[in-house]
């Protein structure tokens, strides 16, 4: 395995999943840099992109392209910055990961653009409707059946998810969501709500899944599957089909590295649908579930990309 120098891009607080990942990096010998976009600037005199230094090192630069892979593990806000760092590299043997970043195009990390590729594809997604919070609860919601989903077209680890089982709770989540629309410029799209004893996290890493694990809410009060809102997790088997459908769905959201959900219709395995596909995935409760080292994983697959 030939040793590279990665750089791995992130936005916000450094979380305890980069740390891992940093330290799996140092055992295996890598090089590996954690850069916050915070350290990405510019210079017009220079007509230069330029990493600073770490904490306090203002005049010390770092080049891009002194990188042999770079990983934009999250890219949420910072897509101003993604662009910045894409421009200003200049060796085209660099591997940038993921696919979607080197088109430049925001839209391709939300759930909304997701659910369309996803049904081009060929491939199974819940019925849904895009559109203003007044147009979901007047007119999208004629589409459906209650209970429904009201979704946020962005957000991750299960937050912006909301389950309305009546017109009266889908115009109190709509009131409740229209300062956070108009303020901040958040988008959500209603989905059909499919019932299920659990959901299945498969993680893709390029052309390979590395595992599977369940995921089933632990309170009746909590329709949310995910380990962040309190569910449990436990290893899952399944069927090689479906774990070339994972890939496919990965591939089709323009990512190399993806957390993908799956359900099923009916409780019928043989009727599988994607709920979404996942950049950066948190892997916490996949390796409580599966005891697959992770982080050591991801390392790996970027000293071999």
């Known amino acids: 395995m030939k040793n590279k120098k990665i750089a791995i891009f992130y936005g916000g607080k450094i979380s305890q999943h980069l740390v891992m990942i940093r330290e799996a990096a140092k055992k295996l010998g890598a090089e590996l840099e954690l850069i916050s976009y915070n350290r990405v600037g510019f210079d017009t005199e220079k007509g230069e992109v330029f990493i600073r230094g770490g904490a306090g090192k203002w005049e010390k630069r770092i080049d891009i392209n002194s990188f042999e892979v770079i990983f934009f593990r999250t890219t949420g806000k910072h897509w101003e910055e993604v662009n910045l760092v894409i421009d200003g590299i200049k060796n085209k043997d660099i591997k940038i990961v993921d696919p979607l970043v080197k088109v430049g ?3 391709m990390a939300c ?34 059946n209650f209970p429904v989903i009201l979704k946020g077209s962005g957000g991750d680890r299960g937050t912006r998810v909301y389950k309305a089982d009546s017109q ?11 300062r956070s ?11 059909e709500y499919i019932p299920n004893d659990g959901d299945y996290r498969v993680l893709v890493l390029g052309d390979k899944v590395l595992g599977a694990m369940k995921r089933f809410s632990q309170s009746s009060d909590e329709f949310r599957n995910n380990y962040s809102a309190g569910g449990g997790v436990e290893i899952a088997n399944l069927p090689e089909e479906l774990y070339d459908l994972a890939i496919k769905a990965a591939k ?24 979404e596909v996942n950049k950066g995935p948190q892997f916490s409760g996949f390796m409580k579930a599966t005891g697959i080292d992770v982080p050591k994983e991801i390392v790996k697959f970027l000293m071999e990309v």
């Open 252 to 275: 089709t959201c323009g990512l190399l590295v993806a957390g993908v959900d799956i359900a099923f219709r009916n409780f019928d395995k043989d009727k599988p649908v994607i709920w």
């Open 168 to 178: 009266k709770e889908l115009e109190a989540l709509t009131d409740e969501m229209r």
């Open 111 to 144: 759930k909304a653009y997701q659910m369309l590729e996803l049904k081009k594809a060929g491939i199974d997604v819940p019925k849904t409707v895009y559109g203003s919070l007044q147009y979901l609860r007047e007119s999208g919601i004629l589409q459906f």
């Open 105 to 107: 195009k925001p839209s």
């Open 181 to 191: 629309e108009i303020e901040e410029g958040r988008r959500y799209m209603l989905q």
